[in-house]
């Protein structure tokens, strides 16, 4: 089984606050190609990191969805769609290998 994590931000990259019929948009395709998903909206998720000298920072919101296989092709088109979706010039996709207890 595998846990896989899609980091969103709130907000573009000129401060515009993101709709919430996006993230909505999002969560109900998730969920009908994997048959459930969480999504964590109420409490945006702090962000930072550095790129050379510069600290950015973003607020973020985050879906996870388990999948038994992970299809690194239909992973990466999903990526370039929310990168076009979000005007983001990259959207964090990570999976991680899970055991339910």
Known sequence: MNLVQILLPCMDNSGQPFAKEDFESVKEELAGRFEGVTAYLQAPADGLWRQGGEANADKI???????????????RDRRTALERQFRQEKVIIRHLPITLI
């Open 61 to 75: 919101v985050i879906f996870e969805v388990m999948t038994d296989e992970i299809d690194l092709a239909e992973w």
